[in-house]
């Protein structure tokens, strides 16, 4: 009897862990639809110069050398990465993680969900920002939470990360939220506002004026005891290659913190496909 009762546990186990559905994964796609449905901006309407007339002149090479100029105004992106490199920590796990993510333009929002496996066992996160709060949760065998960052500290984090994406949205650049400071031909300070929060960071631009990175002071590293420890940050991305709407887009993306002694890279991937809807 004791080793039947084993079994059957084991077999439940087993089919829990393979069976696609989630409750983190469930939470995920709720809110994405509920997003979506409050999204649309635009129906029709193409980018234009003139919608970019009165940024710096990298944001405006930006938006024309990377073929947006013609191209329909999107609502959101979605964005997917395959076999990430991501660790939590500096001396923690080395995971490899698929990533899908959403990104909005009517409102600042930005969801992500992050799927692995830890020694076999399911392993999922949620990285949310809507409405003006951030979060981050992390669940092991689908119910077990091993963290859940909130806080004031962490919707400014989600807030600047959306931020560093804005330009993989450029209906996001036009919603009057983003203020831009031309630094250099190549740079360009960005500050967006929204909901009585702000956050800020430096874009920079190539040769070719494909965004190559963005850097701000405003992210917070969490630590395990909750406090928030204010680290430089940089987002670098790269590898740009013109997709079948003509859009240069990049394909290699990394999330570094910038410690003292040492650059840490903890997300490193590739992306391998961005939609726009």
């Known amino acids: 009897m004791i080793l039947l009762s084993t079994g059957v ?3 439940l186990i087993f089919i829990w862990f393979s069976v696609p559905f989630s409750p983190l994964k469930a939470a995920f796609n709720r809110q994405n639809e509920q997003l979506k449905k409050a999204s649309p901006l635009y ?9 970019f007339s009165n940024f710096p002149p990298a944001v405006q090479k930006y ?4 073929g947006y100029i013609g191209t329909p105004k999107m609502n959101f992106v979605k964005m997917l990465y395959r076999n ?9 796990a080395k995971l490899k993680i698929d990533y899908t993510q959403y990104n909005y333009a009517k409102q600042p929002a930005r969801l992500a969900l992050i799927q692995s496996r830890l020694f076999g066992i399911p392993f999922e996160g949620y990285d949310y920002y809507s409405g003006g709060t951030g979060g981050m949760k992390g669940v092991i065998a689908k119910c077990f939470t091993l963290f859940n960052q909130t806080g004031s500290s962490m919707d400014k984090a989600c807030l600047v990360t ?5 330009l993989f949205l450029p209906s996001a650049l036009l919603q009057n939220r983003i203020q831009f ?9 960005a500050t967006i506002f929204y909901n009585g929060q702000s956050a800020g960071g430096i874009f920079t631009f190539n040769n070719e004026y494909e965004m190559i990175s963005f850097t701000t002071n405003d992210r ?5 005891d909750g406090k928030a420890e204010y680290i430089p940050w940089t987002a670098a991305c790269g590898g740009y290659k013109t997709n079948e ?7 290699v993306f990394k999330a570094i913190w910038n410690y003292p002694e040492k650059d840490f890279v903890y997300f490193d991937g590739t992306i391998s496909r961005i939609e726009y809807e």
Do not use: H, M, R
């Not at 129906?43 to 919608?51: A, I, L, R």
């Open 220 to 224: 917070a590293v969490i630590g395990t």
């Open 63 to 66: 938006i024309a050398s990377c």
């Open 43 to 51: 129906s029709g309407e193409v980018f234009t110069k003139e919608d």
């Open 181 to 189: 400071e031309e630094i250099s031909d190549f740079e360009v300070k």
């Open 84 to 92: 990430v490199k991501f660790s939590q920590q500096v001396n923690g």
């Open 9 to 11: 546990i084991l077999a």
């Open 162 to 166: 959306y931020l560093a994406e804005s």
């Open 245 to 251: 709407l003509g859009i240069k887009q990049p394909t």
